[in-house]
Structures are given as C-alpha cells and as structure tokens.
C-alpha cells in the first residue's frame, strides 16, 4: 500500500526530478574564490550578539545575568565540540583546510586571538555592567573582604556545616601525583608551606558543583535586599580548616575545559549502546583544551598548572574572578520585577472547543483541517503533548510512532508512550542515543521504554536521527486514519516553553503514508525511497531545495516574478550558499533569516547584492526552519528540523513538510515580512562578516522587538464558535 505508485495529492514527485544537476560539488567560475565566512569565527559573533544582549541596560537585570550564563555555557560548548575537533584533527594528521580555505592551526589561533577578546569582554560586562545593575536592585554579589565580623561568623557556621563535610582536598607530592581535573569543574590551586619540614607543598581543592554557587551571606535579608557571596570565595577563607598546621601562601581559582565529542565508529560496533557507555567514560578524560585561571595567579601556580595539564600559553586564559559566569543561573531569587514580563502561552485557536469548560477532542480537531503550531507562542502541553497522550488513552488507536532526539528528564512525553504500550498498543520509539550531551539520559530512556514493551531503535549506522515525527494510526468506521505530527523542534514540554519552534498537526493521508513508510524504513533498511510531501535528508533534501533555488533564478532570469526566504540556526552548506549566490546574481530577492552561524557573505556587488540576512535574539531561542519559495504566486512552504550544514544534509536523517493551507502560507508570510523590516529589531550582516545591531530608531526609542508583538497577537486569536 506504500509504495511509489501511490496517487499523489501534492503534485511534488516531479520537483524531484532524477535529470536534474545540482551542480553538487563544481567550482562556479562565476563566483569568486573568497566567497564564504569562516564558520567558528561566525559562531563566535553569535555568541558576540547573546553578550549583547547581557550588556543592553533596556534589558531586566536578572535577564541579562542569564545572558551572561548563556554565553559562558555557549562557549564552553564550542570549545569542547568545535576546538576540540579541530585539536583533535590536526594531531591525527586528518586535517583539511577549512570553509575558507585555511589551514586548520591557522583556525585555532584565529579562534584564541577572538575568544580571548570576547572572554575579557564578557568579565567585564559582568564587573562594571551587570554587577553594579544588580546591586542598585538590591541583589548584591560580595567578596569575602567586605563582610562584617558579624556576617562572618554566620558563614563560617554554614561552611563547617554544609560545606566543609564534602570537601576534599588532594595534596600532589611523590606519594600523591598531579591529581586528574575534570572537565569545566572549578577547582582552587592551593600552595602551602609546612613549618615542619620547611618546604613548599602544592594541593588542589575542587568546588563542589552539587552546593549552590552563590550562598546567601544573611538568610534573614529580605528578598528586595539580598547579597550572596560565590562558593570558592567561601572556600578559599577556610583553607585553615582544611590544611591544619599550614601556612597558606597563595590561592587561586582555576578551570579546565576538555574535548568532550564522542566519536563512535558504528560499523566496527555490534551493540552501539555498550559502545557509547564506553565513549562516555573515556569522554571524562579527554585532553585538555583550555585553562581558565584567575588574574592574580601567580607565576609559580600557573607555570604548574600549564606542565602538568600539557596547554599551551595561547589555550591559558586570565580573567577577573569570579571564573564560571554560568553559574549566574543559579541566582534563583523571587524577584518578577528583574524578569521579563510573564508570558503565558495559549492554545492553538483550532484546538480550542466551543466552550471553555469542554475537554478538546483533538483528533476532530485535526481531521477539519491541518493545525500549524508556533511555539511558546502557543503551548505545547495542549497541542502535541495533549495529542500523544490523548492517543495513549483512545481504545480506538492502533499504533504510534515516534522519534526522540532530546526530552525533559521527567517527560510526559515518554510517560505518554509507556502508558500506550502498556494498554496493548503498538509503540515504535526511535530513541536517538547519540545526540550530544544527553547520550546518557538518552540511554536511559530507551532502557524504561524497552522494559515496559515498547518496540525501541537506534535509527541507522552511520546517520542521527534528527527528524521530529509522530504518528498516530487509528480505527475509525472500519478504516484507518493517520495523525501526524512534523516539527522543528524537539518533544520536550520544558524546552518549548523557550524555543520558538513550529509544528504540523496533520490528518492528511499522504503525509501519514509518507511517515508510516520512513518509519518502517528508520527501523528496517536504509532510506531509499521518495516522498510525496515530506523532502527527507540525507538523500533527496539538499537536492530538492537546489532545484526550487534553480527555479527561481531561472524564473527571475526569465523577468518571471521570484523569491527565496530561508530560516534556519545555521547557513554553512555551500552548495546551498553557491544556489543562493546564483539566484542573487539572476536578480531574486533573498532573504536569509539565520540565529547562529552563517557562512553566507550577503551585500556582495555583482554576487549577493539581492541578499539580505537578519539575525533575531531574545526571550526565546529562535530554533524554527522554514523555507519559502514564491514558485510564480504558488507560494511553496516546507517546515522541518534540517539546518542548512553539511551534518544535516549528508548525515542525518531530517525531514521537511509541506504546508498547503492557504492560512498557514500567509502565516509564514507575515512572519517572514515582519522579521525582515527595518522597524524590527534584530542585527544585520554586512559582507565583511560584521553583524551590526539595529534595535533603535533615529530618535533613540526601541524598534519592535517581535517575539513580544507575537505573544501578543497570537494570545488574542478567538476561540471557534461553538459546534453542535
């Protein structure tokens, strides 16, 4: 029943035509060589805009110290994934020159000469912007120093208690070696002198990340009025307690950072789990690729902290303390005046019933016509969540099937699932157990859905399985129905309530053929076959989006009207780059709508100057994919998880939906209109890689920050009226 002679309804198997040449991998004459911005230096100016937003005094307090802690954990991430890698490929010798053309050691020092700057910028940040700003609302974050005798006696009373119990502190003499550090952990180095024996001794006292980072200095304060004092300032004035009988020379507090990429080679692996088990504990000890010291480290600690971790002065970083600014998430205070505004999402107005009090039927719903979902906008718990659970719980459902990427740790989501299996149904779980950094709760999920029947796979060798589907099969009138579900983002109710992410609620009996055919595929054999509204990676995607960018050039080439719109996190795939150049040069109006990394050099004369790219950061990460293509006035509107990188095109499995309700278009029109003009803010790309904020009007007053203008409308849509 699924196979390729199945009718279509969307009139899409010819745009996947074999004939056509994407001109994959040929040199473009007319293009020139130097035609692409360098894609590590590129993420390091994202994170360069989250700092932005920390250091914009417009902005709640509270919100920008989170800021900082998003930069800070952004930028570890980079460097134990991206830096790492790089690391790692030049001392296997497998390195090759990068996007630009650059060697890879060339890379490395240009990511150390910008990371430097932006590490320094975002202490300072923190000194002189964010610190002051707190205090002036009364959340003041002290230094041990600047206590009273009074103050101090109540700490040294919670550190004897709370604190010092946990401690361990590990002496590096010749029966004690150089101790392993673990990776992002913050550490004092400790040198001491012993009246005894007359000689230096060196220690090493780990920060223990289980306490809270910041210890309020005096639990009576009220909440507008608070001070806390970080835990390793704490720490190093009880050093005494610790190293009785010493004197305590020097102190300081320093970090390591470690290549932290999991590399699994699938073929040569009978059981991938047991593999990644393994990966992950050799995870733990991965060479070191970064050290973080505090600026007054003195050059006795330091030149020993450099010989035995093996870094380099170029991967040495001294900043101002306090080190590890991603601790800031954990100032929990209860203050909504330092926040943003509370925002409360709605229910998607087609899901909403007639009456307020009346439980939704979600798949009546669904079957009157396709659900387009915009998250936080519009809540998850009452759409996607309250669909699987709804299918969990309806005697009349059959099957259901679903890939999982990343969930919360208490996810309704899998609970969903096991409740299904457990009343009989079939369940199909394609759990993806090597998403990054949460391999191992992944792991652990797919163990309780195998134990309660769940039917769990791994998706196939060599490929992650990135695609967000559902699909639910039920009995209805002595047939069966599909309901599926194709998004952007991942099932997790804690996620979607600050990804801003779309979703496709669809009863459309293509749709479910095509996913019933590419979950068999995802649990059986490889992906070979084509699709009739779905464009699946890694095998069709990239050339099915070359043949609609060609479209439109030829169109526009032709004086026939043309236009590309594409929203993505990341722009890096040439291939898709070189395509839009072409249609630039052909006279297409391109616009690029990027979060994160964009390799694309827009405003190019004589290649890019019909390019504009946008970048848009705020309250909620902007994690959706669209692409649009104005097809002569037939407007065509895909939806899905695929980024535009090589990972995503060549090895994963991704998939995109085409949307056809005329509603929907129009949706993802105005969307796209209202990011891209002038009167929204957001930042610019020049060709020079320089993004340029643009969040003011001539007279200085806020332009529109749109997430806000959106919450808004979308939270007055009207309920239906009520059907009988």
């Known amino acids: 029943m699924d196979g390729d002679n199945i009718p279509g309804t969307s009139g899409l198997e010819s745009e996947l035509d074999d004939d056509f040449d994407p001109q994959i991998g040929k040199n473009d004459p007319a293009l020139p060589s130097e035609r692409y911005l360098d894609r590590e230096l590129s993420w390091l100016a994202f994170n360069q805009r989250v700092l932005e937003l920390a250091e914009d005094p417009a902005l709640p307090v509270l919100e920008r110290a989170n800021f900082l802690a998003i930069f800070a954990n952004n930028l570890d991430e980079f460097f134990m994934v991206r830096v790492a890698g790089l690391k790692r490929r030049i001392l296997t010798g497998l390195a090759v020159p990068t996007n630009v053309g650059r060697a890879p050691q060339d890379v490395l020092s240009d990511i150390a000469a910008a990371a430097h700057v932006l590490q320094d910028r975002h202490a300072h940040a923190f000194q002189e912007l964010v610190r002051p700003a707190l205090a002036e609302h009364g959340v003041d974050i002290v230094t041990w120093d600047s206590l009273s005798d009074v103050d101090r006696r109540s700490l040294r009373g919670y550190f004897s208690n709370q604190i010092f119990p946990v401690l361990m502190p590990l002496a590096v003499d010749p029966a004690h070696p150089f101790p392993y550090i673990s990776g992002l952990s913050l550490n004092l180095a400790v040198r001491l002198h012993s009246s005894k024996t007359g000689k230096q001794e060196f220690a090493r006292l780990k920060v223990p990340s289980m306490l809270p980072r910041f210890v309020r200095v005096d639990r009576t304060e009220s909440v507008d009025k608070v001070r806390f004092i970080t835990l390793e300032d704490l720490i190093a004035n009880h050093l005494e307690d610790l190293f009785p009988g010493m004197d305590i020379l020097e102190h300081h507090v320093f970090r390591v950072t470690r290549n932290e990429d999991v590399v699994i080679e699938e073929d040569d692996t009978e059981n991938l789990i047991k593999a990644l088990e393994k990966e992950l504990l050799r995870r733990r000890f991965g060479p070191p690729i970064r050290l973080e010291v505090t600026e007054d480290m003195d050059e006795v600690t330091l030149g020993l902290l450099v010989r035995e971790l093996d870094v380099t002065d170029q991967e040495v970083y001294r900043l101002p303390a306090p080190l590890d600014l991603g601790g800031l998430f954990d100032l929990r205070i ?25 439980t939704p039927d979600i798949f009546r719903a669904i079957s009157r016509g396709d659900v387009l979902l915009h998250h936080p906008y519009e809540s998850f718990a009452t759409s996607v969540q309250a669909f699987l659970e709804q299918a969990a719980a309806d005697p009349n459902v059959l099957a259901i099937k679903q890939t999982l990427y990343r969930t919360s740790g208490d996810s309704p989501i899998v609970e969903a699932l096991i409740a299904a299996a457990e009343s009989g149904k079939q369940v199909l779980a394609l759990v993806e157990i090597k998403a990054r950094f949460d391999e191992q709760a992944n792991i652990s999920w797919a163990r309780k859905l195998e134990k309660a029947g769940v039917h769990v796979v791994y998706g196939l060798v060599g490929l992650k399985t990135h695609c967000k589907l559902a699909l639910v099969v039920r009995y209805e009138k002595g047939v069966l129905r599909h309901y599926s579900h194709i998004g952007t983002g991942n099932y997790n109710p804690k996620t979607s309530r600050i990804y801003e992410d779309m979703g496709l609620l669809t009863a459309d009996d293509q749709v479910g053929k095509d996913l019933t055919r590419l979950f068999n595929e995802l649990s059986g054999y490889a992906i070979e076959k084509k699709f009739k509204r779905l464009l699946v990676a890694p095998l069709h995607l990239r050339k099915a989006l070359l043949k609609r960018i060609a479209d439109e050039t030829a169109n526009a080439a032709a004086g026939k009207p043309a236009g590309i719109r594409i929203k993505v996190n990341s722009m890096v795939d040439e291939d898709i780059i070189d395509a839009l150049y072409r249609a630039s040069q052909a006279g297409v109006p391109v616009d690029v709508w990027v979060r994160g990394i964009c390799s694309l050099k827009p405003g190019v004369p004589g290649m890019s100057e019909n390019i504009r790219v946008r970048s848009i950061l705020g309250r909620y990460l902007e994690h959706s994919r669209i692409f649009s293509f104005h097809t002569l006035g037939e ?90």
Not at 337 to 342: A, I
Not at 345 to 352: I, Y
């Open 334 to 358: 209860d203050r909504p005046d330092l926040h943003y505004t509370k925002h409360v999402p709605t229910t998607a107005a087609q899901l909403l019933t007639g009456e307020p009090n009346e």
């Open 635 to 724: 407007t065509q509107v895909y939806i899905g998880s695929a980024d535009m990188m090589h990972r995503n095109l060549d090895r994963r499995v991704e998939a995109l939906v085409r949307l056809v309700d005329p509603r929907h278009l129009n949706e993802v029109d105005a969307l796209f209109t209202r990011a891209m003009d002038e009167r929204t803010s957001s930042w610019w790309l020049d060709e020079n890689g320089e993004w340029t904020r643009h969040h003011l009007d001539a007279e200085g007053k806020p332009l529109d920050d749109m997430q806000n203008r959106l919450m808004q409308q979308i939270g007055q849509r009207k309920r239906p009226v009520s059907r009988r």
